[in-house]
């Protein structure tokens, strides 16, 4: 990767950042009592946007910023997973994935992967992410798969914190109107397994197929997913011209199959 050379910057060192930074084992903060755990998170989101839109500006201190708060959250994050709550480790067995530091040198982060280890991260997760399965982002029946998991995720995202706002405004009132079925049928589909990948996929995956590729994915990149249903059925039935309605047909079942059978093999099996 080609970076374009910049002027020299110069680190941030403050005594007042430091001084910040070792208050974390000091005691709370009266001006801060009456504030809630909520509204403490959503003040750090609204400045950690702020200094994310100018670090992607190109500000070189909000850059900086932005780093040395991940940094700082992700020692907090370690520091609480080395002796991990009951709700703590309720995360972790849920999340596929756990923020965590990188090195090049793997020696630097051993004792970081020993107490991650500890937190089984995953283990109770719609995706089966044990080392042991053998799936991965390769092929493209694989990124549709992960698209419409992360579609169902949103919905249910979307749906789930406005009933935890109490607002009297439902999840689907923000939806565009052409996506309002296919939002509610997402909110409605019961967690991911293999037994349930089937449902998944007729009732969101392929109509979302279908949507974002104006009802034709056969003429779509996806095409090559399914063309070898087209050859199995001329073959087989010698009835089926290339390119011809049979055998377009058969190449949606095709792209249709095999994206199934991907979303099914990123399932736990329950």
Not at 203 to 232: C, D, F, M, S, Y
């Amino acid at each position: 990767m080609n970076v374009p050379p910049s002027k020299p910057y110069k680190s941030i060192v403050s005594a007042k950042l430091n001084a910040l930074i070792d208050e974390s084992e000091g005691l709370p903060k009266p001006e801060m009592s009456s504030l809630s755990d909520m509204q403490l998170m959503e003040s750090c989101f609204i400045a950690l946007n702020e200094l994310f839109r100018r670090a992607k500006s190109g500000g070189d201190e909000s850059t900086d910023c932005v780093f040395r708060l991940a940094v700082r959250t992700g020692q907090f994050l370690g520091i609480l997973a080395s002796n991990p709550s009951p709700l703590l480790l309720q995360i972790a067995h849920c999340n596929p994935v756990w923020p965590a530091f990188f090195s090049p040198k793997p020696a630097f982060l051993e004792p970081f992967r020993k107490e991650l280890e500890r937190l089984e991260i995953g283990k109770d997760c719609q995706l089966n992410v044990s080392p042991q399965s053998r799936w991965s982002w390769d092929s493209a029946p694989r990124r549709q798969a992960a698209q419409i998991q992360l579609f169902v995720h949103e919905c249910k995202t979307v749906e789930v914190g406005h009933k935890n706002d109490a607002s009297g405004v439902e999840g689907i009132e923000r939806v565009a109107p052409e996506m309002r079925e296919l939002f509610k049928a997402a909110c409605a589909l019961p967690p991911l397994s293999k037994a349930k990948a089937k449902l998944w996929m007729d009732k969101v995956g392929w109509p979302l197929i279908l949507l974002l590729t104006n009802g034709k994915p056969e003429k779509t990149p996806l095409r090559i997913l399914g063309t070898h249903r087209a050859r199995h059925t001329g073959t087989r039935m010698g009835a089926a011209r290339l390119g011809g309605k049979t055998s377009e047909s058969n190449i949606r079942d095709g792209i249709k199959k095999l994206i199934t059978q991907a979303l099914r093999g990123m399932a736990q099996d329950r």
